[in-house]
Every structure is written in structure tokens, then in C-alpha cells.
């Protein structure tokens, strides 16, 4: 399976469904799609239905999700700045 994903995952209604030139954002083995909720959270490197409480509606999930940090993202920024703090610490 191959999977490529045109542009960039966020609030933008765009970023999961159809957009205004029909072309969806997400192409597996040569075929149009879109992404799965829990795909996108997959993507933020959430568990699956980590955004599934409290009766959320569909939109209401991506649109938590579009305003969401994405966790590999974080520790890549942290880790620097963990490692710096600790060299301090331990001087």
C-alpha cells in the first residue's frame, strides 16, 4: 500500500475532505480519499478515539485536532532543550 498525502493536516475543512477542485487529499494505491479520524489522530501521534469523548461531532474532533500540537513535533522541540537544561543542572 502507498499512501501520500497532498498538503498539510490542520483545521482547514480542506486538509481532510474534498476540496473546492474535487481532488481529495489523500491518495492510496493510485485512488482518492480522504483521512479517517483516527487517521488524523494517528497522524498527531495520539492513540485512536483519543479525541472521542463527550459526544463530539466529526468536525468538532478535527477542528480539536487542527488546533492541536503534534506530539513527535513537541519532543523534537524539547529534547534540545531537555538535554541543555539537564547539562546545566548537572554542572
Known amino acids: 500500500m502507498r499512501v501520500l498525502i497532498d498538503g498539510c493536516v490542520g483545521q482547514q475543512s480542506g486538509s481532510h475532505c474534498p476540496r473546492k477542485n474535487n481532488i481529495l ?3 492510496e494505491d493510485g485512488y482518492e480519499t480522504c483521512l479517517l479520524i483516527t487517521e488524523v489522530e494517528a497522524l498527531f501521534g495520539l492513540t485512536t478515539h483519543y479525541t472521542d ?4 461531532s466529526i468536525t468538532d474532533r478535527k477542528k480539536l485536532l487542527g488546533r492541536a500540537w503534534c506530539v513527535p513535533v513537541i519532543i523534537q522541540i524539547l529534547k534540545p532543550l531537555a538535554e541543555e537544561l539537564s547539562r546545566l543542572w548537572l554542572n
Open 25 to 27: 487529499p489523500v491518495f
Open 53 to 56: 469523548a463527550c459526544n463530539l
